[in-house]
């Protein structure tokens, strides 16, 4: 079946710093991918939605220029959270949908998420 | 705006008990819905996808119905089992690529 591999699972930075994470989709091509936030005991929340090859679009309230998604390769987007603060500590995860409608259950496959902790 | 929302927040049930997890959507223009697994900490696994032409699916002991006319959908999993604590949550897709998802019910079944 459809794989999404997300790394790190867990990173710690000092406030400031910039941190990437990576979401590869292993057995597919996907066209779009998808970068949620979430809260803890709170639902996902998406933040971005990328394509290959173009701009992400950023849901309302999200900053683009804080939040950079980069999706340069069919199997290959980046989440760079830059200047980190502790309110960005959070649990990320990217969402990987392929060009063939239907792949998977309902054409989406998740990460294993990032748990994000600004200290 | 779309809105998806779950209840109960929370449940907590002895084992052998069946459980029905509740999902309701203010948008009737549903293009399917996702049941997903999360368990503390993980990424979400798809549980069963309801096409909106389809009225539920069927997976060993879990059942989802879809009612597009009430905008409501159903999780049930029978017998349920400590395995299956973790928190469900429902997802709505209208045309486009986007996921709207509900709040989650998380789930706790006593051995």
């Known amino acids: 079946g459809a794989v999404v591999s997300q790394h790190p699972s867990r990173v710690i930075c000092k406030s400031g710093t910039s941190v990437k994470i990576e979401c590869r989709s292993l057995d597919f091509q996907a066209t779009t991918m998808f970068w949620y936030r979430q809260f803890p005991k709170q639902s996902l929340m998406l933040m971005a939605t990328s394509n290959e090859g173009s701009k992400a679009t950023y849901e309302q309230g999200v900053e683009k220029d804080k939040f950079l998604i980069n999706h340069a390769s069919l199997t290959l987007s980046t989440l760079t959270v830059t200047s980190a603060h502790p309110e960005d500590s959070s649990f990320y995860i990217c969402?990987?949908?392929?060009?063939?409608?239907?792949?998977?259950?309902?054409?989406?496959?998740f990460g294993s998420g990032t748990r994000l902790t600004v200290v | 705006k779309q809105e998806v929302t779950q209840i109960p927040a929370a449940l907590s049930v002895p084992e052998g008990e069946n459980l029905v997890l509740n999902c309701s959507f203010t948008?009737?223009?549903?293009?399917?819905l996702q049941w997903f697994r999360q368990d503390p900490g993980k990424g979400l696994t798809s549980l069963l996808l309801?096409?909106?032409?389809?009225r539920e699916q069927t997976s060993g002991r879990l059942n989802a119905s879809l009612d597009k006319s009430s905008g409501r959908s159903t999780l049930y999993i029978a017998a349920s089992q400590p395995g299956d604590s973790a928190t469900y949550l429902c997802?709505?897709?209208?045309?486009?690529?986007?996921?709207?998802f509900g709040g989650g019910t998380r789930v706790l079944v006593k051995p």
């Open positions: 948008d009737s223009a549903i293009y399917n």
């Open positions: 997802a709505f897709k209208a045309a486009g690529n986007k996921l709207t």
């Open positions: 969402s990987a949908r392929s060009r063939h409608s239907g792949q998977g259950a309902g054409g989406y496959t």
């Open positions: 309801i096409q909106s032409s389809q």
